[in-house]
Nanobody, 124 residues
């Protein structure tokens, strides 16, 4: 069992930055690939970025490439999402998710555990 708790969301102006954190419980965090997804009102939950268990492999949605960076610290059981050059279209609830496997994956149905989400609002 893995519990995930996101933090770091908030209100920011377009062009600004935020860093989200996702703290995981359990001693087997390093066995999980991790992903960030987001869901805007009235829309499906969509993939943002994922990282392999080692951090050696990442996979980004085209919409965030060059602006967002995922990283993880297995010693701290935490995964981070650095978001720069934010746009109003990035406004959503952001969720982290854990997948018991080594590889990153953009398919939300491959993930076993989810956090409760953190709101990110980008004003124009």
């Amino acid at each position: 069992q893995v519990q995930l708790v996101e933090s770091g969301g908030g209100l920011v102006q377009a062009g600004g930055s935020l860093r989200l954190s996702c703290a995981a419980s359990g001693r087997t965090f390093r066995r999980y690939a991790m992903g960030w997804f987001r869901q805007a009102p009235g829309k499906e939950r969509e993939f943002v970025v994922a990282i392999s268990w080692s951090g050696g492999s990442t996979y980004y949605a085209d919409s965030v490439k060059g602006r967002f960076t995922i990283s993880r610290d297995n010693a701290k059981n935490t995964v981070y999402l650095q978001m720069n050059s934010l746009k109003p279209d990035d406004t959503a609830v952001y969720y982290c998710a854990a997948r018991y496997s080594g590889s990153s994956d953009p398919n939300k149905y491959e993930y076993d555990y989810w956090g409760q989400g953190t709101q990110v609002t980008v004003s124009s």
